[in-house]
């Protein structure tokens, strides 16, 4: 099907949101594994999104968390904030 290549698809998700507890679950169960990239600064803080109109829960997951949610997972950290690239001198 794939001429002898090999197919590689990358998972990669922001910010530790309590969503993701979920969403490993479902990559657990089909064996695929990603990466989440978590803001040290935002964890196990409470947060929500206006979507349409509507509310979206978007919590963080809590620090001491972290190693059951993810694991078998990578996890790399994302920065705090970020520069603008186009005000560096």
């Known amino acids: ?9 990358t998972f990669s998700y922001d910010d530790g949101v ?6 490993v679950e479902i990559l657990n169960r089909y064996n695929l594994k990603a990466t989440f990239n978590l803001n040290s600064e935002l964890l196990g803080k409470d947060g929500s ?3 349409l109109g509507k509310r979206i829960l978007h ?4 620090p001491h968390k972290i190693t059951e949610i993810y694991n078998g997972h990578e996890i790399a950290a994302q920065m705090r904030s970020y520069v603008r690239l186009n005000r560096i001198d």
């Open 1 to 9: 099907m794939f001429s002898g290549k090999m197919k590689t698809v």
């Open 18 to 23: 309590t969503q993701d507890i979920r969403l």
């Open 49 to 51: 999104l206006d979507i």
């Open 59 to 62: 919590s963080k997951v809590q």
